[in-house]
Every structure is written in structure tokens, then in C-alpha cells.
T-cell receptor
């Protein structure tokens, strides 16, 4: 149990285009999902926190108009990188947490990540 | 500012040795710490966690030690295997708002056969 998937696993796009990344909790309902960005040989940096049915909370320095987050259901959150540029190339990782689920102990479960390359 | 950091960026050990990965944290208000393993091109994988009211917790081949006096956390891996080669992160759960995780800088563990 507690599996989180991401799609796509890899994406290559041209500069100026938009890319959507999906994060799904496969066997539990995630009231909260987190989006992280990880540059090579660096740690995970939290970008934003999304709660189902409400607006995402962005970390300081993260442009909310560039990184659009939608958490429309209890099993799906999407991150859209708008007008992507080469500096947006990174490894994007989501995590999901189920509240009020004793079996899952309110832990964060991580997806496998999405490698974005912007040419 | 507040941070969670690691002492050693790279640790090289021989197969069968015991490994110790260290982490320093600065937020004394954090009440929960987690160690993650990340293999290349994959997401973090939960290894073990510990609450601030504990000093030690053991899992299968892994032990986490917490020293709140000096704000230090360590992960001990017994009988290290080549499959343990990865980057290890400590993470601190801030007990505010959405209880987000703050990750340390990571230590790469290289296990030679």
C-alpha cells in the first residue's frame, strides 16, 4: 500500500512550451501533496504544498504563476511548468500524505520523480 | 537560518563494514526526524524515523540515534552491502502549518565489493 506514481517519468520539451506533470496516490486518499525540485547532486527543495480543493501554498522564491499546481481530487495533483526554460530543467518529485489514516501514520510517500529537460 | 545539514558529503566503505552517516539540525522545535535513501533517478525511499522523545530506534540492519543535546542525528547501517549504495538524506518535520519536511544536504554512500 501507499504507492505514489508520477507521469511522465521523463519529458523533454522546447523552451517556451508548458509541461504538465501528474502525481497520483494509487491506493490511498491524499489530502495533502507536496512538490519538490531537485537539481543534480543537491537536496530536495520544497516548492509548494497543495491541499485538495484549495489553492496551493508556495515556498518563498517559487513563482506561483510559473509553477501551476492543481489538486482537484484526493488522488491527483498536477504541476504545470509554464513557459519552460533551460534553467527549469530538474528532477521534480511529489509526495502525498493521507490524514486521519492510522495505518499510514500521516507519513509522506514519495513518487518516483519526473526528469524534465528543457532544450 | 534554520537548516538540516550533513557532516560528510561522501562516505566510502567496504562491503560488510558498518556505515555511519551523520546529520546536524538546528531547529530544536522539530519533533520528528526521518532518514531517506535515494537511488539515482528515483524518489526518496523511507528507511527509518525517530521521534524527539527517543534516543535510539532500530530497524532491520539500520539504527538511528538522536542526540538532542547537540542536535545531532545519525544513521548506522550494519554489514553494508553494495545495494546500500545511494544518497542518504535526513529530514526534519517542522511541527507547523502543513508539517512540511526539511531535507538535509545528503551523503553519498559508496560500497565497494
Amino acid at each position: 500500500g501507499a504507492v505514489v506514481s508520477q507521469h511522465p517519468s521523463r519529458v523533454i520539451c522546447k523552451s517556451g512550451t508548458s509541461v504538465k506533470i501528474e502525481c497520483r496516490s494509487l491506493d490511498f486518499q491524499a489530502t495533502t501533496m507536496f512538490w519538490y525540485r531537485q537539481f543534480p547532486k543537491q537536496s530536495l527543495m520544497l516548492m509548494a504544498t497543495s491541499n485538495e480543493g484549495s489553492k496551493a501554498t508556495y515556498e518563498q522564491g517559487v513563482e506561483k504563476d510559473k509553477f501551476l499546481i492543481n489538486h482537484a481530487s484526493l488522488t491527483l495533483s498536477t504541476l504545470t511548468v509554464t513557459s519552460a526554460h533551460p534553467e527549469d530543467s530538474s528532477f521534480y518529485i511529489c509526495s502525498a500524505r493521507a490524514y486521519n489514516d492510522r495505518a499510514l501514520h500521516n507519513e509522506q510517500f514519495f513518487g518516483p520523480g519526473t526528469r524534465l529537460t528543457v532544450l | 537560518g534554520e537548516s538540516v545539514g550533513l557532516h560528510l558529503p561522501t562516505l566510502s566503505v567496504q562491503e560488510g563494514d558498518n556505515s555511519i552517516i551523520n546529520c546536524a539540525y538546528s531547529n530544536s522545535a522539530s519533533d520528528y526526524f526521518i532518514w531517506y535513501k535515494q537511488e539515482s533517478g528515483k524518489g526518496p525511499q523511507f528507511i527509518i524515523d525517530i521521534r524527539s522523545n527517543m534516543d535510539k530506534r532500530q530497524g532491520q540492519r539500520v539504527t538511528v540515534l538522536l542526540n538532542k543535546t547537540v542536535k545531532h542525528l545519525s544513521l548506522q547501517i550494519a554489514a553494508t552491502q553494495p545495494g546500500d549504495s545511494a544518497v542518504y538524506f535526513c529530514a526534519e518535520k517542522r511541527n507547523t502549518g502543513f508539517q512540511k519536511l526539511v531535507f538535509g544536504t545528503g551523503t553519498r554512500l559508496l560500497v565497494s565489493p
